[in-house]
Nanobody
Framework: QVQLVESGGGLVQAGGSLRLSCAAS????????MGWYRQAPGKQRELVAT???????NYADSVKGRFTISRDNTKNTMSLQMNSLKPEDTAIYYC?????????????WGQGTQVTVSS
């Protein structure tokens, strides 16, 4: 399968914003639940947000009201708009694609993009 490609990570001060993007092939994008996970040093990888092929979204409690996940079906991309960023949001963010019959944490993965939020 085609590797997922993330972009948009970088450095930002607390309270700022970043927008992450994930590009996938049409076949992957059109048949899979898409999502974002993150992993900070010394911590387990955790779910951030998911979006179904129909546009239904789900968010971790820690990011509700601050992050917005979306799909662009014309470009086969999935994005994560991150506002009001906090230092605890610092992590490597991974793009994920999985078939609906798979459990969370399974499927295809990008190599990650670093997000660093300074105090």
């Amino acid at each position: 399968q085609v590797q997922l490609v993330e972009s948009g990570g970088g450095l930002v001060q607390a309270g700022g914003s970043l927008r992450l993007s994930c590009a996938a092939s049409r076949s992957i994008f059109s048949t899979n639940i898409m999502g974002w996970y993150r992993q900070a040093p010394g911590k387990q990888r955790e779910l951030v947000a998911t979006i179904t092929t129909g546009g239904i979204t789900n968010y971790a409690d820690s990011v509700k009201g601050r992050f917005t996940i979306s799909r662009d079906n014309t470009k086969n991309t999935m994005s994560l708009q991150m506002n009001s960023l906090k230092p605890e949001d610092t992590a490597i963010y991974y793009c994920n694609a999985r078939a609906p019959f798979l459990t969370e944490g399974r499927g295809f993965w990008g190599q990650g993009t670093q997000v660093t939020v300074s105090s």
